[in-house]
Nanobody, 121 residues
């Protein structure tokens, strides 16, 4: 059993900052990559940022220069530092991990339950 637990969401004024955390736990053999996605009502879930086990990162154009993804491989934890937040960043943010559990031989996608971020203007 693998779990991803997010924390750090909340309400912030435009221009402010928040830091999201995602801790993966359970029967994990290897985490290949972790990422953050977000979703607003009526829209598809979209990639915000992604980081590989080697530290390579990818960002959505809309967050480049404002958000930073990082991870602690020893703790199986990923972070998303969000600065200069805008009202359009308001969404439910989901943690994702592409990992191999000890029960399987092939990697699979795992998702957290989501954490709400609200940016007021």
């Amino acid at each position: 059993q693998v779990q991803l637990v997010e924390s750090g969401g909340g309400l912030v004024q435009a221009g402010g900052s928040l830091r999201l955390s995602c801790a993966a736990s359970g029967s994990i053999f290897r985490i290949n990559a972790m990422g953050w996605y977000r979703q607003t009502p009526g829209k598809q879930r979209e990639l915000v940022a992604h980081i590989t086990s080697g530290g390579s990162t990818v960002y959505a154009d809309s967050v480049k220069g404002r958000f930073t993804i990082s991870r602690d491989n020893a703790e199986n934890t990923a972070y998303l530092q969000m600065n200069s937040l805008k009202p359009e960043d308001t969404a439910v943010y989901y943690c994702n991990a592409w990992l191999t559990s000890r029960a399987t031989v092939t990697p699979a996608d795992y998702w957290g339950q989501g954490t709400q971020v609200i940016v007021s203007s």
